[in-house]
């Protein structure tokens, strides 16, 4: 039940998103000069504005995938430190179970 609610809510929600960036195609000027709002020193565009949230969303996308990774380097260095010395305690036991040629092992007495 609550994977169908997921699901109908992000539905409805990518739905609410392809309405909203069909319904504004103007162009727009991105501009990132506050002082100046008629001639901007550093501006982008025209661009339509779906162009522009859209690359907004995989600007976000990306820097929060990276942000993600780079949090997890300590458990990837442990995890791949443990594996590590798994591989080297398998191996241990395998040395130790398997009997030297040559050598005769002491009979079990009862």
Do not use: C, H
Request: no cysteine.
């Amino acid at each position: 039940m609550r994977k169908l609610m997921s699901m109908l809510l992000m539905g409805l929600l990518g739905l609410l998103l392809i309405v909203f960036l069909v319904s504004n195609l103007q162009p727009v000027l991105i501009s990132l000069d506050p002082f100046s709002q008629d001639d901007p020193a550093f501006a982008i565009g025209p661009m339509p504005l779906w162009v522009a949230m859209a690359i907004t969303l995989f600007i976000g996308y990306f820097l929060g995938a990276m942000g993600m990774w780079m949090s997890g380097k300590s458990t990837r260095k442990k995890a791949s430190a443990q594996k590590k010395e798994i591989k080297q305690m398998k191996m241990d036991a395998e040395a130790s179970a398997t009997p030297v040629t040559g050598q005769t092992l002491p009979a079990i007495r009862r």
